[in-house]
């Protein structure tokens, strides 16, 4: 945004101050380019079955121990030592290979 604030005063301000305002504008904008670079790195990649600990599920089949539950939109095949029937929420502990282990 910055950079295009630049180009545009470059067009719009006399002679000499179009030149000092765009190298103000460009030095703004590759300090916020180098912000966002560090806070960018620096946050770890949050994908895949992790992200599912913790996460509520309602079951689909009964889990009396093996059973199916949708979590987030998608059914993954669960495992529920204490037993749930369908319709009931529960949430995720662990994940063993595919399979979530979860609790009522």
């Given at each position: 945004?910055?950079?295009?604030?630049?180009?545009?005063?470059?067009?719009?301000?006399?002679?000499?101050?179009?030149?000092?305002?765009?190298?103000?504008c460009?030095?703004?904008?590759l300090g916020?380019?180098?912000?966002?670079?560090?806070?960018v790195?620096?946050?770890g990649?949050?994908?895949?079955?992790?992200?599912?600990?913790?996460?509520?599920?309602?079951?689909?089949?009964?889990?009396r121990?093996?059973?199916?539950?949708?979590?987030?939109?998608?059914?993954?095949?669960a495992?529920?030592?204490?037993?749930?029937?369908?319709g009931?929420?529960?949430?995720?502990t662990?994940?063993?290979?595919?399979?979530?282990?979860v609790?009522?």
């Amino acid at each position: 945004m910055l950079l295009i604030v630049g180009l545009v005063l470059l067009f719009l301000l006399p002679s000499p101050w179009n030149f000092v305002a765009f190298a103000v504008c460009l030095a703004l904008f590759l300090g916020e380019l180098l912000a966002w670079n560090r806070t960018v790195r620096r946050r770890g990649v949050q994908v895949g079955a992790e992200t599912l600990i913790g996460r509520r599920g309602v079951v689909t089949t009964p889990c009396r121990p093996a059973g199916q539950v949708r979590v987030g939109g998608e059914l993954w095949e669960a495992r529920c030592e204490s037993g749930a029937g369908p319709g009931e929420t529960v949430t995720v502990t662990a994940r063993n290979g595919l399979v979530l282990v979860v609790e009522p």
